[in-house]
Every structure is written in structure tokens, then in C-alpha cells.
């Protein structure tokens, strides 16, 4: 059978992949990344499969319908996003026009919203929640002409009616799904790996999962699979590093996408050791939580750890409590001491606008940012996404601007908030985040060792200054 895995156009290098969806102003560009598990999944059942990112390509809507229409497939996987939802589910229509596929829409969104996706979009089918092998049963399925409702985890019409079939179990053993790493090459090759950028990262870099889950249940965040964690064997892991360092030696850096990836100190200690044994120097990077100890983190960057991506959120012990965060400021600046004893680096996240929040402590979470001191900081108005509980508080609170998704993002795609309370409008957010940003770049206190880093290390150096070729223009608007 003839797939198309589809990442449709958009606005350039909008990310679908990013927990807040949207044109970053750093520059940084995500690769669709489920989307390509799910395509080394049908590729090892024998399927003819093409995946295709139209927006690092730089395809508009009336090459990708062309591209599509050449192609002649019979089943088009086309991923989704909350603030493109109307955009990808329209494409999605045109496609089914033009070519007669079924067309079936994965990702968080579609994934809580599969009736009113249904409802109010012709599209085939929806997958809901982690759906490698929901399309490749769905593959099978159609090639024979079979029933769909035989399908776990799929939505789809049978007249009238809308039908789910039911959860499907979650993936116990993650070795069994390829590595990213070799569909990357397989279906982008060098120059199309090249596309992808993350601001905090020596570039170029390749993003790969070595786990799936969060054990944790913060209410803003729509990852697919919180309360749950999976993690890859140690040995499937290092041997994908392994294959990355041998067989795409320009890359840089790996950005391991983990929700959260020391859940377990033990794997997390093997897996540093085993790194160490086989003699990998790539660089990596992960996200990480602010009660990460000492002697993990020391195993982290003897095993070539440079960066560490945390939600930080807020300093505020009422806010961080009223989101599950499960973290104090203590525990904060606790991390950020042993974090620069060991000299790893440390991209900050911040939310401005958290439930029970005023404009005294938006204000102090940026100051707190400050006194941090991350190598990067990222401040971000509270966003919320359906499915997950923050959206629900908004909604019930009578919080919410619109239900029009499409107004989750600016005219130029970047993110804004709907969240508008009368304490904190949400132009108010909006704006703060972007006087976060100056206030927090532009202090000579951070300016100075910037310079210095740039200086003595060349790498970067690109990465900064590829970051700020796209950021500069954001942070004078």
C-alpha cells in the first residue's frame, strides 16, 4: 500500500512537534518526529511510504496537493496541530478530493477532540493518543478491505454515527519501533536534516526519543502520554547514538525529546556509563526537571550532557502548586548551583499569567529569571490546549477570549495567549513576555559572558548567532 506521512504547509518553519505549537522567535524548528516513528513503523511492514515535512520544504498548499496527486497514495497520515487545526484539516479535505485517499488526522489535538474534528471536517478518520501502530493496523486493514472498527484507537463516521473503537494499550516495548535517526536519513537526507534548528543546540543536531511519558501531571502541559512512562533498553538507545555518530557525522549534537529524561536515576546512571564505555562524544541535550541530584547530573555531563531544557515556571510556591508542578524555588536555585559547578548549560522556561497569579509576581518570576541567569530563557503567556486541565479551568472560569483556534497564534504565527482574566488581560501577558525578553537579553551582566562564550568556543557561536539573526527582529518590535 501507498502512504503518505504528511507534516502539511503552514507558515514557514512553524513547529507542530513544540508543546506550544507556533513560529518561534528564536528560530528554532522542530522535526515532526511521531510522525516519522510512525513512518519507520509502516515502512517495516512493507508499505511504500513517503514522509513528507511541506513546511521544512517550503511547500505551499498547491505543490503539496500536486505532489500528492503524483504520488497516488492510498492512505495519507497528516499531522495536526491546535492552532493550525482548520488549516491541516482543510488540506486534509483537498488531498481526499484530489486523490481519493482516506486521510486520517493524528496528534494531541485531534487526539481530545475527535467528535468535533469529525464533525465539523471531511476527513476519513481520526487517530486518538499514540498511534504508530494504529496506522499500521489502519494500513492492513484498508489493503484488505476490512472493517475499520476492528482498528484500536481510531474515530471515524459509519453514517450518522461517530465510532471509537476504543483505547489502544500503549507500546510496552519501545525497542521494537525503528530509530528516528535512520528514517531522518532515509527520507530527508543531509541537505533536509540541515533544515531543522533548535536555538539552545549546537546545529546541526537530530532529535530522537528514548522514552515516551511523564510520570508527572503538570496542568498546562498537552503531551500525549502523562502518568505513564517508557523508556527504550539502555543498549537500543546507545546503539542509536552509535549509528548516528557513524553514519551522520555532521551532526553535532542529539536533542533527546524525553518529556522528562532522568525519571529513573538508575537507567539514567547506566545509560551515562554505557555512553562513556562505548566511547560516544556526540554532544546531547534533554529536558530536564529542577529535582534532578548532584551525582546525576554529574554522570550526565561526563557522558557528554551540554544542555539542559527546564520548565522552571515560576518562583511563586502558590502558582507551582495550583499546576501539579511538584517543585519549589529552593529546589530551583538548587539545581542552577549544581548545574554551574558542573557546567552544563541550562535553557530556562518561565510562564507569565499561571492560575492565582497578579502582576507583582509576573513581575517577580522575571527578576527570578534574572537572578538565574540560564544560558537561554524562554517566557512564555500561559497557554491552553484541549485535553489537558488547564484548558477546562479557563473554559469553566469563563476565561477563555475565543474557541477559535486559529486565534492561539499572532498574524506572523508566533504564540499568544486567550487566557484573559481581569487581573491579567491577556494582552497584558502577551506583552510581558515580550518585555521579559529584553529586560532579560539585554543586561550587560548577560551580554558579557555571552561574548566570552562565543569567543572561546566557535559552536557556539553559530548557534547564537544563527538564533539571533531570527530573535533580533522579535526583541526591537
Not at 481519493?100 to 471536517?121: C, I, Q
Not at 546545529?203 to 503531551?223: D, E, H, K, S, Y
Not at 518529556?259 to 554505557?274: G, I, L, M, N
Request: charged fraction near 25%; proline fraction near 5%.
Amino acid at each position: 500500500m501507498k502512504v503518505l506521512v504528511l507534516n502539511p504547509p503552514y507558515l514557514p518553519k512553524f513547529s507542530r512537534t513544540s508543546r506550544s505549537p507556533c513560529v518561534t522567535k528564536g528560530g528554532t524548528f522542530y522535526y515532526p518526529y511521531f510522525l516519522a516513528y510512525a513512518t519507520g513503523v509502516l515502512e517495516r511492514e512493507g508499505h511504500a511510504v513517503r514522509l513528507v515535512d511541506a513546511v521544512a520544504e517550503g511547500w505551499g498548499e498547491k505543490r503539496t496537493l500536486s505532489f500528492a496527486k503524483k504520488f497516488g497514495p492510498d492512505l495519507v497520515v497528516l499531522g495536526t496541530s491546535t492552532p493550525s487545526i482548520y488549516n491541516d484539516a482543510r488540506i486534509g479535505e483537498e488531498i481526499k478530493r484530489t486523490t481519493g485517499a482516506h486521510v486520517t488526522l493524528v496528534g494531541t489535538h485531534v487526539s481530545s477532540m475527535p467528535s468535533w474534528t469529525l464533525k465539523n471536517f471531511s476527513v476519513d478518520s481520526v487517530c486518538i493518543g499514540e498511534y504508530d501502530y494504529t496506522v499500521r493496523d489502519l494500513a492492513e486493514v484498508l489493503e484488505r478491505e476490512g472493517k475499520l472498527s476492528s482498528v484500536r484507537g481510531l474515530a471515524f463516521r459509519s453514517g450518522k454515527r461517530i465510532v471509537k473503537t476504543g483505547p489502544r494499550p500503549l507500546i510496552k516495548n519501545l525497542d521494537e519501533l525503528p530509530w528516528v535517526s535512520e528514517v531522518y536519513r532515509r527520507h530527508f537526507g543531509k541537505k533536509g536534516i540541515l533544515r531543522y534548528f533548535y536555538a539552545s543546540l549546537l546545529w546541526p543536531q537530530v532529535t530522537i526519543l528514548t522514552a515516551r511519558g511523564c510520570p508527572f501531571n503538570c496542568a498546562f502541559c498537552p503531551i500525549p502520554f502523562k502518568n505513564s512512562y517508557r523508556a527504550r533498553s539502555v543498549r537500543d538507545a546507545v546503539d542509536e547514538f552509535e549509528y548516528i555518530q557513524n553514519e551522520l557525522p555532521y551532526v553535532r549534537e542529539v536533542m533527546i525529546e524525553d518529556d522528562t529524561f532522568h525519571v529513573s536515576k538508575k537507567r539514567t546512571v547506566e545509560f551515562c556509563k554505557e555512553m562513556i564505555r562505548r566511547g560516544i562524544k556526540l554532544k546531547w541535550s534533554c529536558n530536564a526537571r529542577v529535582d534532578a541530584d548532584f551525582e546525576t547530573l554529574k554522570w550526565m555531563k561526563k557522558a557528554g550532557c551540554r544542555l539542559l531544557c527546564v520548565g522552571f515556571e515560576s518562583p511563586d510556591q502558590a502558582s507551582l502548586d495550583a499546576i501539579h508542578k511538584r517543585t519549589t524555588k529552593e529546589m530551583q536555585e538548587r539545581f542552577m548551583k549544581y548545574t554551574r559547578v558542573l557546567g552544563l548549560l541550562v535553557n530556562g522556561c518561565f510562564i507569565l499569567g499561571l492560575p492565582g497569579e497578579t502582576k507583582e509576581t509576573v513581575k517577580k518570576t522575571v527578576e527570578f529569571a534574572k537572578k538565574l541567569n540560564c544560558d537561554t530563557a524562554q517566557f512564555y503567556p500561559l497557554m491552553v490546549y484541549p485535553g489537558t486541565e488547564a484548558y477546562e479551568w479557563a473554559r469553566k472560569n469563563g476565561y477563555l477570549e475565543t474557541e477559535d483556534f486559529s486565534k492561539w497564534l499572532n498574524e506572523d504565527g508566533t504564540m499568544r495567549t486567550t487566557v484573559s482574566r481581569p487581573e491579567l488581560p491577556s494582552d497584558y501577558l502577551n506583552r510581558a513576555c515580550d518585555f521579559a525578553k529584553k529586560s532579560y537579553y539585554l543586561r550587560i551582566s548577560y551580554l558579557v559572558p555571552k561574548a566570552v562564550q562565543m569567543i572561546l568556543n566557535p559552536s557556539e557561536a553559530i548557534r547564537t548567532l544563527k538564533s539571533l539573526s531570527v530573535f533580533w527582529k522579535h526583541l526591537f518590535r
